[in-house]
């Protein structure tokens, strides 16, 4: 079993910066391919952006391409999700979701098998 706990949302003004982390509880992360996910108010949760075990590759949704970065720190079991640029449609709540084992796919959520409980991130206009 792994547990994912978020953190860092919070309120943040258009045009402002955020990072959100992800702290996994097993030691075997660095194993894991990692996803961010989001879900509005209202709105299906949809795919943000993963990171493979060795940082190798990154991928990311159109809206957040070249606003967001996602990065892993294997030492501290962690992956982060650097925002900036932000803007009220990125308001929503987002998850950290950990893929172990089988056939992956960054962006489906049937490709991970843990997902933490979310972390607010509201921007306002």
């Known amino acids: 079993q792994v547990q994912l706990v978020e953190s860092g949302g919070g309120l943040v003004q258009a045009g402002g910066s955020l990072r959100v982390s992800c702290i996994a509880s097993?030691?075997?992360?660095?194993?894991?391919?990692m996803g961010w996910f989001r879900q509005a108010p209202g709105k299906e949760r949809e795919f943000v952006a993963a990171?493979?075990?060795?940082?190798?590759?990154?991928y990311y949704t159109d809206s957040v391409q070249g606003r967001f970065t996602i990065s892993r720190d294997n030492a501290k079991n962690t992956v982060y999700l650097q925002m900036n640029s932000l803007k009220p449609e990125d308001t929503a709540v987002y998850y950290c979701a950990a893929a172990t084992s089988g056939l992956y796919y960054p962006n489906l959520q049937h490709s991970y098998d843990y997902w933490g409980q979310g972390t607010q991130v509201t921007v306002s206009s």
């Open positions: 990171i493979t075990m060795n940082d190798d590759s990154t």
């Open positions: 097993r030691r075997t992360f660095s194993w894991y391919r």
